[in-house]
Structures are given as structure tokens and as C-alpha cells.
């Protein structure tokens, strides 16, 4: 069987690449199943994509879209355009598509529309509730025609559910990205900012925002980054800041004696700074599910989160985007009172063999004996 696997951004590069390699284990071994590698291009600037391939060891691509920038709807377009040419050349048995980036949504309407192909979707089932959120408009649209539901938790099979999916669709497998982060713990690597800014373990804070909600506005960036400043009590906060951002910082003038502005950092780079971290500040989603693993106190500057595990199980706290709400959540940090958080069910970095195994199931595509664990 052909199946195309679908990256366009940075957070899909994690969740592919088990993937890939749980497919590569079973092909080596003789089993009959083939994958076709799709970069849609969403994601082209080397920080963001180029040095992610290369760290986390994913294949060349075998077709890259090369989208570019662009609003969403140019960007869906395109990708959507470039794939469908793809199917026509040479359809596939089964197109994955992993998160709730653009080209997840893209991708799986034009294998959808193309003789119905079918569509599996890794990391189905989670939902923010909030549709001002791209991403969770990409989530409901991808989830509405997908045939193959691979989740990361029980919140997410019930989601689902409560939407009309049938049990037999849904698969409960656990978390690439969590996969990809037991597979590259042990080559994490130092970044320059470490004797740069003469960091220490446990002795600073790692920061993250990208959301338009906390920095598009430069008065309410202004006013966060204040209020984290003067509740860090002098250590340092590393920022590794997005280009959206970095720009909105330099217009509004924002600067501390501790806050060190950096470029984006590689996958090994970044999380290098998260596992030795005091804390994490972020928007992010993709980051709470890794500091949860990693036992990091973590706070999310967002009013909802679709991955509520991180905060029920989890080190994550959703604080809010109050800035008025930072300093009360970094006393609790700084008095040592931050909950010790544990690890959600079946993140156990097993869950890409998990997915591949059902799909060959589905298919009726025998394994390998020497690629069953």
C-alpha cells in the first residue's frame, strides 16, 4: 500500500517523523506498505523547516508543494491545487495528515475530493472551543471528512464521539510528538545562549509567544512582557521570539536588563532550554504537552487549551492572557508550590508503531514478524 504523509509546518515535523520511521521498520523487515512524503511548503524558512529535517533525521521529501507565504485562504489554495496534481499523477491508498496547520486541512480536502481517497488524521479529536483559533476551524474541518481517528488522550475520543464518529474509527494510540521527544532527549544540545547569558539549570525561564491575541497588539505585549519581568525576581527569560514577533518588539521598544531576545532555535536547541528550565511562558500548544512530559513547571498565556490533559495531569496552568494574572502564578513558581504534574496515558513514545500496525490492519496489509515488537 502507498501512503502519502502529509508536513507543512513546524509542528508537524515532530509528529512525522515516528511515523516515517515506524513505516521504514516494517518495510525493511519486507511488509508491503510505502510512503510518499509531501512538504507542502507552508512552513520554508530554514529555522523552520530545513533544520527541523535535518535534527530529527526525516527523509527528503519526495515532492515539496512549495507554497510559500501568503493569507490562509492563498495558502489552502495552493496546497490544495499542488496536491490534487500529485493524486492525478499517482494516487495514493491512504493520505495521514497530523495537527491542525493549514495543510492538514488543505491536504485532506483535496484527497477527500479526489475518488475519495481515504483520510487519516493524527491527533484527532481536540478542540479549544475557541474559533477565533485557526487551528481549531483546520481541526473541525479536518476531523468532518476523516475516515481513521488516532488520538492522544480520552478527551479527545469523546470529543469525537459527541460529534457522530463511530467507535470503530477511533483509535486510541497516544502522542507522536512525545515519541519524537524520548527519541531525541539524549541528543539534546547546548545553545549559544547558554554561556552567552551564563545560564544555569533550574535558574531561568524559557519564553514563547506567537499567538495574535498577546502580540499583536503592542500595548498588550507591552504590558505582559512588564508584568513578567517584574514577577522573575531578576533571573534570566529567554526568548526565543518569531519573526511576527520580533518585529512588534523592536516598533514597541521592549527591553530588560533579563530579557534575552533570541532567533528561533532547532527542536535539539530549544528543548536543550526547556528540560533545564525553571519554567516555561508560552501560547504554544505543542510546548505544554513536552514540558508535561519533562516534569517543567509550565504557564499558558491562553484562555483555553485543546489539550486539557496538560493541565489536569500535567506541570502546564492555564493563567490566562490577564496580564494581571501572570504575577500570582509566578509566586506560586518561585515559592516552590507548582504542582509536580504526571504523564498522560499511553504517552509512553510507543504510539507510531500503535498507528502504523491499525493502519496495516485496516488495509489488510500483513506485518512483518520481525517488525512486531
Not at 305 to 322: A, F
Request: glycine share 8%; net charge negative; hydrophobic share 40%.
Amino acid at each position: 500500500m502507498l501512503i502519502d504523509v502529509i508536513a507543512g509546518a513546524r509542528p508537524n515535523f515532530m509528529k512525522i517523523a515516528p511515523i516515517i520511521a515506524a513505516i521504514e521498520v516494517q518495510q525493511k523487515a519486507g511488509a508491503d506498505i510505502h510512503y510518499r512524503l509531501i512538504h507542502t511548503g507552508q512552513h520554508y524558512d530554514k529555522k523552520m523547516s530545513a533544520d527541523f529535517f535535518e535534527q530529527l533525521n526525516i527523509p527528503t521529501p519526495h515532492h515539496n508543494l512549495e507554497v510559500g507565504s501568503g493569507t490562509q485562504a492563498e495558502q489552502a489554495g495552493r496546497i490544495m491545487i499542488g496536491y490534487e496534481q500529485l493524486l492525478m499523477q499517482q494516487p495514493c491508498d491512504l493520505c495521514v495528515v497530523v495537527g491542525d496547520v493549514t495543510s492538514t486541512m488543505a491536504c485532506s480536502i483535496a484527497a477527500k475530493k479526489m475518488n475519495n481517497i481515504k483520510v487519516a488524521h493524527v491527533e484527532a479529536g481536540i478542540r479549544s472551543g475557541d474559533w477565533t483559533m485557526p487551528e481549531e476551524i483546520n481541526r473541525i474541518v479536518t476531523d468532518s471528512i476523516t475516515d481513521y481517528f488516532f488520538t492522544t488522550s480520552e478527551v479527545a475520543n469523546n470529543s469525537l464521539r459527541r460529534s457522530g464518529v463511530k467507535e470503530e474509527q477511533i483509535f486510541f494510540v497516544g502522542n507522536t510528538m512525545i515519541d519524537t521527544l524520548y527519541r531525541q532527549m539524549p541528543r539534546f544540545i547546548q545553545p549559544e545562549a547558554w554561556e552567552k547569558f551564563g545560564l544555569t539549570e533550574k535558574g531561568y525561564i524559557i519564553m514563547t509567544l506567537h499567538r495574535p491575541a498577546n502580540v499583536d497588539n503592542k500595548e498588550k505585549l507591552t504590558e505582559l512582557i512588564g508584568e513578567i519581568v517584574n514577577s522573575s525576581q531578576g533571573i534570566p527569560l529567554v526568548f526565543p521570539v518569531h519573526p511576527r514577533t520580533a518585529k512588534m518588539l523592536e516598533s514597541a521598544g521592549i527591553s530588560a536588563p533579563n530579557l534575552h531576545v533570541i532567533e528561533p532555535l532547532g527542536y535539539l536547541e530549544f528543548n536543550y532550554l526547556v528540560k533545564n528550565a525553571k519554567a516555561v511562558i508560552t501560547d504554544s500548544g505543542g510546548i505544554t504537552e513536552e514540558t508535561t512530559v519533562m516534569g517543567i513547571p509550565c504557564m499558558t498565556l491562553r484562555d483555553s487549551t485543546e489539550r486539557p490533559e496538560t493541565c489536569t495531569v500535567g506541570t502546564n496552568e492555564l493563567v490566562g492572557t490577564n496580564p494581571k494574572a501572570i504575577p500570582p502564578a509566578m509566586e506560586t513558581l518561585f515559592s516552590g508550590n507548582w504542582k509536580k504534574g504526571g504523564i498522560p496515558e499511553m504517552w509512553d513514545g510507543k504510539t507510531s508503531p500503535r498507528i502504523v500496525a491499525h493502519i496495516m490492519q485496516l488495509f489488510g496489509v500483513k506485518q512483518a514478524e520481525s517488525a512486531i515488537a
